[in-house]
């Protein structure tokens, strides 16, 4: 089978090499626009060219015309052109053909409203040394999951060889993504030094009235998705401040809509790249400035958290540590471990999913797990998300160097019309973080870790 898949991976990239002097379609890839009867598709081509994508119900032999549009960007003296169309006036529960230029693709709509989907969820995958590729690929043709969220850090990195390796990374994934919405958000690797021009331009995201597709969200079923950059705040000395308060002012308002709508839309996930929590011991990230500054905020810039705690926020999924971590609910350093946790939760509920695939080992940690960390796993590996309905989530991890084997699985169970709030956290109070320790050959985690005692 491996050896199969890298032979179909060959083939790929030398059609790719081959379409890489013309105006053939490639890196095709669909996602949502937040409008269920609408998809949208990007492609990319190397020589300015006018195309449209035909499409149709599959078998029907009707045809419409979504008009594409193109727009050339530069990057390490490369030029390309990126094109984009939506299909509109989709049937839901539908299976549909669409044609680009001589290529043909094909997808199948969700049903209206679908109380019950799955989601491939990862971070942190690689195009060199993707452990999981195969593996989601085959598990997404084969209909195992529903949609894509990637977590951040796409292809290691997007700008790598002038662009070259996420034109690669795009072109492996095309036959799954060209069937299956992709939703991405960006992670540290996304910063090409041109202000992630490489994310901008290659990837459409639902439109959040800001012309920047760093943070966006949507409506599916019993869920609001949220898609939150962390970036704006690690690289903020670069690009500045203002990304960081356009991104709060619209999240703000986003998810205070969103959790005054729970009789239509009763969970609330974000997925974002830069964790609040992790226990890793050998990596700083876990204590470090830009992480807490993700999470409670700096001088003028505010904070995540607890925009997430007065939301009401019901899940957060993060990549950037490259392990799985699930942790039981946890609000501003403390958490609750009772035996029925994820019944009713009285916080959110995060999980880091960045074990996908990429350039460097394992993640370490400690012998003894920290008491709000509720299951740790250094396999390969990524998550399926299962929606089931209003009232009922599951997740489960699965591992690559375990021959696809599930090593965690939990579910989170609300009544109807739960939502936790800081007064059930006060009426129930958690237990508060103990103090934390770093690996002892980790000198940045200790000095950032002292800060942070300090601060306590």
């Given at each position: 089978?491996?050896?199969?898949?890298?032979?179909?991976?060959?083939?790929?990239?030398?059609?790719?090499?081959?379409s890489a002097v013309g105006t053939v379609p490639d890196q095709v890839h669909i996602s949502f626009t937040g409008d269920m009867t609408e998809m949208a598709v990007v492609w990319n081509t190397f020589a300015d060219a006018s195309q449209d994508v035909s499409y149709g119900k599959k078998g029907s032999?009707?045809?419409?015309?979504?008009?594409?549009?193109?727009?050339?960007?530069?990057?390490g003296g490369i030029t390309r052109y990126r094109h984009k169309a939506t299909m509109t006036g989709l049937d839901y529960s539908s299976e549909y053909e669409y044609t680009i230029a001589s290529r043909t693709f094909s997808f199948k709509t969700l049903s209206n409203n679908p109380q019950t989907y799955k989601v491939c969820v990862?971070?942190?995958?690689?195009?060199?040394?993707?452990?999981?590729?195969?593996?989601?690929?085959?598990?997404?043709?084969?209909?195992?999951?529903?949609?894509?969220?990637?977590?951040?850090?796409?292809?290691?990195?997007?700008?790598?060889n002038n662009g070259e390796v996420g034109d690669s990374y795009l072109n492996v994934f095309e036959p799954l993504i060209s069937k299956m919405p992709y939703m991405v958000i960006a992670g540290n690797h996304e910063d090409d030094y041109q202000n992630f021009t490489n994310y901008q331009k290659r990837f459409a995201v639902p439109d959040n009235g800001h012309n920047d597709n760093q943070f966006y969200s949507f409506d599916l079923g019993p869920v609001h998705w949220v898609g939150v950059s962390t970036e704006n705040y690690g690289y903020y000395y670069t690009y500045g401040m203002d990304p960081v308060m356009t991104q709060y002012d619209w999240l703000k308002r986003d998810l205070t809509a969103a959790n005054s709508n729970r009789a239509a839309h009763p969970w609330i996930f974000t997925f974002q790249h830069r964790p609040f929590y992790c226990s890793n011991v050998n990596s700083a990230e876990c204590q470090s400035f830009e992480n807490r500054l993700v999470r409670t905020g700096w001088l003028d810039m505010p904070g995540l958290e607890p925009l997430f705690l007065q939301t009401s926020v019901d899940f957060g999924f993060w990549g950037h540590e490259h392990s799985y971590e699930r942790f039981y609910p946890v609000a501003d350093r403390t958490y609750w471990n009772d035996a029925n946790a994820y019944k009713?939760?009285?916080?959110?509920?995060?999980?880091?999913?960045?074990?996908?695939?990429?350039?460097?080992?394992d993640a370490w940690f400690t012998d003894q797990?920290?008491?709000?960390?509720?299951?740790?796993?250094?396999?390969?590996?990524?998550?399926?998300?299962?929606?089931?309905?209003?009232?009922?989530?599951?997740?489960?991890?699965?591992?690559?160097?375990?021959?696809e084997q599930t090593v965690d699985d939990f579910w989170v169970i609300k009544d109807e019309g739960f939502t936790h709030s800081g007064e059930m956290r006060r009426a129930s109070p958690g237990i508060k973080f103990p103090p934390q320790k770093c690996h002892f050959k980790d000198v940045a985690c200790q000095r950032s870790l002292k800060e942070i005692n300090e601060e306590l």
């Amino acid at each position: 089978m491996r050896t199969l898949f890298f032979c179909i991976l060959l083939c790929i990239l030398l059609i790719s090499k081959c379409s890489a002097v013309g105006t053939v379609p490639d890196q095709v890839h669909i996602s949502f626009t937040g409008d269920m009867t609408e998809m949208a598709v990007v492609w990319n081509t190397f020589a300015d060219a006018s195309q449209d994508v035909s499409y149709g119900k599959k078998g029907s032999g009707a045809s419409s015309t979504a008009k594409g549009s193109s727009e050339a960007w530069v990057y390490g003296g490369i030029t390309r052109y990126r094109h984009k169309a939506t299909m509109t006036g989709l049937d839901y529960s539908s299976e549909y053909e669409y044609t680009i230029a001589s290529r043909t693709f094909s997808f199948k709509t969700l049903s209206n409203n679908p109380q019950t989907y799955k989601v491939c969820v990862f971070g942190d995958l690689g195009y060199w040394h993707g452990n999981s590729t195969e593996s989601i690929i085959k598990h997404g043709l084969a209909g195992d999951f529903d949609f894509i969220v990637h977590l951040g850090d796409i292809a290691y990195d997007l700008h790598t060889n002038n662009g070259e390796v996420g034109d690669s990374y795009l072109n492996v994934f095309e036959p799954l993504i060209s069937k299956m919405p992709y939703m991405v958000i960006a992670g540290n690797h996304e910063d090409d030094y041109q202000n992630f021009t490489n994310y901008q331009k290659r990837f459409a995201v639902p439109d959040n009235g800001h012309n920047d597709n760093q943070f966006y969200s949507f409506d599916l079923g019993p869920v609001h998705w949220v898609g939150v950059s962390t970036e704006n705040y690690g690289y903020y000395y670069t690009y500045g401040m203002d990304p960081v308060m356009t991104q709060y002012d619209w999240l703000k308002r986003d998810l205070t809509a969103a959790n005054s709508n729970r009789a239509a839309h009763p969970w609330i996930f974000t997925f974002q790249h830069r964790p609040f929590y992790c226990s890793n011991v050998n990596s700083a990230e876990c204590q470090s400035f830009e992480n807490r500054l993700v999470r409670t905020g700096w001088l003028d810039m505010p904070g995540l958290e607890p925009l997430f705690l007065q939301t009401s926020v019901d899940f957060g999924f993060w990549g950037h540590e490259h392990s799985y971590e699930r942790f039981y609910p946890v609000a501003d350093r403390t958490y609750w471990n009772d035996a029925n946790a994820y019944k009713n939760p009285k916080a959110p509920v995060y999980l880091i999913s960045g074990s996908a695939g990429c350039h460097t080992p394992d993640a370490w940690f400690t012998d003894q797990p920290w008491p709000w960390s509720a299951a740790r796993n250094n396999d390969y590996g990524w998550s399926i998300v299962t929606v089931a309905n209003r009232t009922h989530v599951r997740v489960e991890q699965i591992s690559i160097d375990k021959n696809e084997q599930t090593v965690d699985d939990f579910w989170v169970i609300k009544d109807e019309g739960f939502t936790h709030s800081g007064e059930m956290r006060r009426a129930s109070p958690g237990i508060k973080f103990p103090p934390q320790k770093c690996h002892f050959k980790d000198v940045a985690c200790q000095r950032s870790l002292k800060e942070i005692n300090e601060e306590l």
